[in-house]
């Protein structure tokens, strides 16, 4: 597989050196090891793409080269070449769309339609089917091809997401994605020849391997071979089911839904987003920010109490769900390491079918607690035994901002138009540190605001920890906290996690505190966002999106938020305390290491 | 199996032999080919012994395992029957004789029957084509077979 993955570090030293390309007539300079796809497209040419993308800000590209769909003539040589995986050499004389070049990509489509089911119309990728753009780019009217077909094969084993390799064109993405950026390895190429498929070890269905569901796959997948398990008819059964159904949105959906609507990234719809979760019908529209508020409670004064008390350091973050499962496949032996909390819209549907229901006057059983995630794992979250409470889940239900943005449009909503309408009381209230949850780095930010002032008594004046924000994948800091010093890790993409974890257990480094996200950037690149193909320009303009409605906040630390201060005064007692332990704590399950 | 441990002799042995070998994947092929020797095909157990002994994903083993045909990830029969399907063999009409086979063992062409005892394959040429057609049982080599000797061939193995 290395072959297929090469670093995007530019060759610094030979820069100096200067190759001249033609292209469609234009003498062009490039770089040598410039790919031809690079070259035409910083000159302004375009050439259409299937298998290809190109994760710059994580240093990987998908090369495999195997759709053929980008190939170029070089009339020099009087040979076509795919243009993605062909460095340019000097005086090469490119053409991107002559006529041969042309009538090469339409057969070469139609060679991968012919073995393609002709669905599209009730497809679940349908409009965001990157096969489906191309052959519309491509102008395709005809598949003369008609040869033998791969059979439909779904596998629905898992919570989260659904594959369907019939739908596959062997790019590839989803394969780079798993085992070269996060490490995971679930897939891999399994047979040969015609009957080669993206299948898992001994083919197993997916919820008996160690995929993590984090759904990274399913955001770069170009066709249709990968979904997640819709269930947008479930929320419509239970919005009319006579239940009293409340939704919680968590602090990365709102920078991303308007996105679905044609709105620019980085676009923050909140209150246009209650709007239309009120249309719908919920009875109530809480904001999962405010349980992030309450989880850094949680989760900071479990950090201090190990701190103070001598016990086991790091901690690391416990909101992502596919980090989770992650570490119970790979370090089963170090479970006592992650903080006990549960994730945040897990602590607020334990919340509401407890505390809310008593002052409701409601039994548990009859309300329905949906979460818009901007996630896949937290499907399968939500079902674990672990967070339920006497047979009953703390959340039922959990949708994807894409499946949010589709019954939106199912009711014929113009989300773009919406008036505001503020989240409801009283779990409508946060501040600026849990909104920051979203992104990588923020959930420790988050802590170390409360931290520091438990620790210290005193006022954190500047509550900004710039190091430990950005893109990058493996971030540290130290904090100076009573005159000592706290390390802070943030590792985003299970890869840089997994190193991270080894260098602990290695003991080449120490930290206090690890803060993990599965997806590269964190929610905001979750794999059930509007999809990102891949494009790490749309993940930073949700994250400065998200650091904006931060800046904003009169109240920026978790504990000065009043609502999640009465909660404990009236019913949770001490934070870490026995009561919120029973409530808002977890366990963790050993799984085998693949 | 837990991770790494067994009661198993031939998975002890695997795993004697791999802690011999570089730990990259360089040593995957002949990893792979002497677990086979050693079990006979490559068991669901060994795939994950070779992957984590030598730091490969399981996936990616799996992978490999499927792409060859000399693998198998099946055990087979007690009694292993290949006819031979060369050009000499076929003229003289091992096709039929195969059809034979499988009617009266009651089994697929290219399987293992469920009880283990047979399984029945096809080759390519055995290098006696002078004495075509040939049925190969284990060692036993069987020449000039015809339709009607298939029912006696398998009388020799029915234990």
């Known amino acids: 597989m290395s072959e297929a993955v090469k670093s995007q570090t530019a060759p610094v030293a030979e820069a100096a050196e200067t190759l001249t390309v033609t292209i469609n007539g234009q003498a062009v300079k490039a770089r040598p090891g410039q790919t031809i796809l690079e070259v035409a497209k910083e000159n302004g040419y375009h050439i259409p793409t299937l298998c290809h993308f190109d994760l710059a800000n994580l240093r990987y590209v998908n090369e495999v080269a195997s759709c053929r769909i980008c190939m170029v003539e070089d009339r020099k040589r009087g040979r076509l070449y795919p243009a993605c995986a062909t460095p340019v050499s000097d005086g090469m004389d490119i053409q991107t769309n002559s006529l041969r070049v042309i009538r090469n990509r339409r057969n070469v489509l139609e060679l991968i339609l012919s073995d393609h089911p002709f669905d599209c119309l009730v497809c679940w990728k349908n409009g965001d089917c990157e096969l489906q753009a191309l052959a519309s780019e491509v102008g395709l009217r005809e598949i003369r091809v008609k040869g033998e077909r791969h059979q439909v094969n779904v596998d629905t084993s898992s919570l989260s997401f659904i594959r369907d390799s019939s739908k596959c064109i062997l790019c590839k993405r989803c394969v780079t994605m798993c085992s070269q950026v996060q490490s995971v390895n679930v897939y891999s190429a399994v047979g040969r020849g015609f009957n080669s498929v993206i299948s898992t070890a001994f083919d197993l269905p997916m919820i008996d391997t160690n995929c993590t569901f984090c759904g990274q796959c399913l955001s770069v997948c170009p066709t249709g071979a990968l979904a997640e398990v819709s269930n947008i008819d479930k929320v419509w059964a239970a919005l009319t089911s006579g239940k009293h159904v409340v939704v919680q949105t968590a602090p990365a959906v709102r920078v991303a839904l308007g996105e679905a609507f044609g709105m620019p990234p980085g676009s923050n719809v909140t209150g246009r987003m209650v709007t239309a979760l009120k249309q719908m019908g919920f009875n109530e529209v809480f904001d999962t920010n405010f349980a992030a508020d309450l989880t850094i409670m949680e989760e900071a004064t479990e950090l201090v109490h190990r701190i103070e008390h001598g016990g086991r350091l790091p901690i690391l973050t416990s909101c992502c769900p596919g980090w989770v499962k992650f570490f119970e496949h790979q370090f089963s032996d170090m479970l006592d390491v992650p903080s006990s909390s549960k994730s945040p819209h897990e602590m607020f549907g334990s919340v509401i079918k407890t505390y809310f229901a008593e002052r409701q006057g409601l039994k548990p059983e009859d309300i329905i607690v949906v979460s818009v995630m901007p996630c896949v794992a937290k499907k399968f979250e939500s079902a674990r035994p672990e967070l339920m409470n006497e047979g009953v889940s703390d959340v039922d239900i959990v949708i994807t901002t894409r499946e949010l943005a589709r019954m939106i449009q199912e009711i014929s909503l113009d989300l773009e138009n919406l008036e505001d309408t503020p989240f409801d009381d009283p779990f409508g209230e946060s501040t600026g540190a849990a909104a920051i949850f979203g992104s990588s780095g923020g959930v420790i930010e988050a802590a170390l605001r409360t931290a520091y002032e438990i620790m210290t008594g005193d006022k954190l004046e500047d509550v900004n920890f710039t190091p430990l924000r950005g893109l990058e994948g493996s971030k540290e800091a130290t904090v100076s906290i009573n005159g000592a010093p706290i390390r802070i890790g943030v590792a985003s993409g299970l890869g840089n996690a997994r190193k991270m974890i080894e260098s602990i257990r290695s003991g080449e480094q120490v930290y206090h505190a690890i803060e993990i996200m599965a997806c590269p950037g964190g929610c905001i690149a979750g794999g059930g966002q509007p999809y990102h193909f891949g494009n790490m320009e749309l993940i930073k303009k949700r994250m400065e999106a998200i650091y904006a409605i931060d800046d904003n906040a009169e109240v920026r630390k978790s504990h000065e938020n009043t609502a999640v201060q009465r909660l404990y005064r009236e019913y949770l007692g001490e934070p870490y305390g026995q009561k919120a332990k029973e409530l808002l704590h977890t366990t963790y399950t050993p799984r085998r290491k693949f | ?159």
Do not use: H, W
Request: aromatic content about 8%; overall charge neutral.
């Open chain 2, 1 to 159: 199996m837990p991770d790494g441990r067994t009661d198993n002799p031939q998975l002890i042995a695997l795993q004697t032999y791999l802690n011999g070998l570089d730990k990259d994947e360089g040593s995957l092929i002949v990893a792979l080919q002497r677990a086979q020797e050693l079990i006979g095909y490559l068991s669901e157990d060994a795939i994950f012994m070779v992957g984590q002994t030598l730091n490969i994903p399981v996936s990616k083993v799996y992978g490999v395992v499927t792409f060859y045909s000399f693998f198998r990830t099946r055990p087979r029969g007690k009694y292993d029957i290949k006819v031979c399907l060369g050009t000499a063999c076929f003229v003289r009409k091992s096709p039929a004789i195969l059809n034979e086979l499988a009617t009266l063992l009651q089994m697929e062409v290219g399987t293992t029957r469920e009880d283990l005892k047979y399984s029945l394959n096809t080759v390519r040429c055995l290098g006696a084509c002078g004495s075509a057609p040939i049925v190969q049982v284990n060692d036993d080599l069987y020449a000039n077979v015809q339709v009607s000797d298939v029912a006696g061939i398998i009388r020799r193995y029915l234990d």
